[in-house]
T-cell receptor
Framework: DGGITQSPKYLFRKEGQNVTLSCEQN?????MYWYRQDPGQGLRLIYY???????QKGDIAEGYSVSREKKESFPLTVTSAQKNPTAFYLC????????????FGPGTRLLVL | SQKIEQNSEALNIQEGKTATLTCNYT??????LQWYRQDPGRGPVFLLL?????KEKRKERLKVTFDTTLKQSLFHITASQPADSATYLC????????????FGTGTRLQVTL
């Protein structure tokens, strides 16, 4: 079964804690993305990666970090510097060539305790 | 500044009618525009893509138009069904690749019996 998986479905963060959201894809896609979605707002791009070992900041990268050591994996760390982390986080991937669509994972909802 | 606008108010229509959703943009020169469907608590799913040189694209009961002069896309669902109830997002990219899609806030469609 090809697709994108995100884990966990729900994640709780304590004050001052870093947490890492997992994103894995078996679609053999080169490009991967992380978005944040808040109620009543559209998806906002946090980071994206077009190739292994390379990534770029999106529109709201502050307080977040990523790595892309493997083609299949693009984990997102929400650091303690992110003061308002409560949101729905979506990972997506695309082939990374030409005009194409993005395929999304099921999302992770992050809540602050 | 760049902006993508979708009607933030929910659209309520009766089953069997045609639903029309609007996506307006400013200060973009998109090479193409995409429409996605998002159900509550889930990731968006791609529906249709239309390029700047295309006026209209159809897929089953779905139709998308793209007017680069008006800077507007219309998304139509004919013979709407309760199962069509969801939030519909438009997204555009003016770099000619999928590397940075910008999403609108989405319009929630409710189809009633």
């Amino acid at each position: 079964d090809g697709g994108i998986t995100q884990s966990p479905k729900y994640l709780f963060r304590k004050e001052g804690q870093n947490v890492t959201l997992s994103c894995e894809q078996n679609l053999n896609h080169d490009a991967m993305y992380w978005y944040r979605q808040d109620p009543g707002q559209g998806l906002r791009l946090i980071y994206y990666s077009q190739i292994v070992n390379d990534f770029q900041k999106g529109d709201i990268a502050e307080g977040y970090s990523v790595s892309r050591e493997k083609k299949e994996s693009f984990p997102l760390t929400v650091t303690s510097a992110q003061k308002n982390p409560t949101a729905f986080y979506l990972c997506a991937s695309s082939r990374g060539q030409g005009v194409e669509t993005q395929y999304f994972g099921p999302g992770t909802r992050l809540l602050v305790l | 500044s760049q902006k993508i606008e979708q009607n933030s108010e929910a659209l309520n229509i009766q089953e069997g009618k045609t639903a029309t959703l609007t996506c307006n943009y400013t200060n973009y020169s998109p090479a193409y525009l995409q429409w996605y469907r998002q159900d509550p608590g889930r990731g968006p799913v791609f529906l249709l893509l239309i390029r700047e040189n295309e006026k209209e694209k159809r897929k089953e009961r779905l139709k998308v138009t793209f007017d680069t002069t008006l800077k507007q896309s219309l998304f139509h669902i004919t013979a709407s069904q309760p199962a069509d109830s969801a939030t519909y997002l438009c997204a555009l990219d003016d770099t000619g690749t999928a590397s940075k899609l910008t999403f609108g806030t989405g319009t929630r469609l409710q189809v009633t019996l």
